[in-house]
């Protein structure tokens, strides 16, 4: 449904931090011609928690037009507030967005039985497929494979997760006890190729800004069975998997694309631009 790349777009800022449409655009077609095959608008990477409500239906609507539909768009509408979840899940889907994506609940700490009720409740709101994404990292909590099995069979609208822990047991069991149409993605680019080695589909990526093409060829082998192929082409990209995370994300990401002339602004606070010493490292990463 989403393809095998699905980039976790950055949101461009102009000089005042305010969400800049022109360079979104430039953003959106550098992605599409270097191998995006589905992208996730207002997600973690696109610094969602310092956007505001209206920022993110504006951006929703504004990516949908220039995406013109091409390729799927994925709202990020999920928080830990259910009630405000569905109320955004609504007025993307009113935007014309392909999917949803929901995160596990962060800071307050739900159940298991918690998370299965929210999730539930959310995608039961709308008619659009949704994604579950699981980030343990980041929420605190993990959603266990026994709770996404569940959703996975019981609402029929859930039809993939973005799984971003590193867990590849647990990734084999949603594999193997979910329903055949429902689709897992790693979260993690330096973790592609285990997950794809496990029968995951593909990524949900940060790298794929920069390398993106380098990334389509690394799954295309592996998809192909020149497993020796990908192998060699992950180990050579595992430093930019690896090195775009040296600061907090999308920092480091956005040092590389302005590298490449794709100029998408800087950071809101609480975050913070890059140091000299670490602008010089991601420089390395392309040398």
């Known amino acids: 449904m989403f393809g095998r790349l699905v980039t976790a777009m950055v ?10 449409r022109a360079k979104t655009e430039a953003l959106v077609e550098h992605l599409i011609a270097t191998g ?16 505001t409500a209206q920022e993110k239906l504006d951006l929703y609507r504004h990516v949908v037009e220039i995406v013109d539909g091409r390729i799927p768009v ?4 999920g928080s830990n507030n259910t009630a405000a979840s569905i109320e955004m899940t609504k007025k993307a889907a009113e935007l014309g967005v392909d999917a949803i994506m929901l995160v596990v609940p962060y ?16 995608a039961e709101s709308v008619q659009l497929p949704v994604m579950l994404y699981n980030i343990p990292g ?6 266990t494979a026994d709770t996404v099995v569940r959703l996975a069979e019981d609402v029929t609208n859930i039809v993939a997760i973005k799984e971003a822990g590193v867990d590849l047991s647990q990734m084999s069991f949603i594999i193997d006890r979910t329903p055949d149409d429902f689709t897992l993605y790693t979260g993690d680019d330096k973790m592609t190729l285990p997950c794809m080695s496990v ?19 690394m799954i295309n082998k592996f998809v192909a069975g020149d497993i020796a192929g990908a192998s060699a082409l992950h180990r050579k990209l595992l430093p930019i998997f690896e090195g775009l995370f040296i600061a907090a994300n999308p920092t480091p990401v956005k040092e590389a694309l302005a590298l490449q002339g794709v100029q998408t602004g800087g950071v809101r606070l609480p975050l913070v631009g890059l140091t000299e010493q670490e602008k010089a490292y991601v420089k390395s990463l392309f040398a």
């Open 138 to 143: 980041r929420s605190v909590i993990n959603m």
């Open 11 to 20: 949101t461009p800022f102009d000089e005042q931090l305010q969400v800049d």
């Open 107 to 122: 800071y307050n700490k739900p159940s298991q039985e918690g998370l299965y009720q929210h999730f539930k409740t959310v």
């Open 74 to 77: 994925i709202a990020g509408t």
């Open 199 to 217: 029968g995951g589909h593909g990524v949900i990526s940060v790298a794929s800004h920069v390398i993106g093409n380098e990334m389509t060829e």
């Open 36 to 51: 995006t095959t589905g992208l996730v608008v207002a997600g973690t990477t696109g610094e969602s928690p310092t956007l």
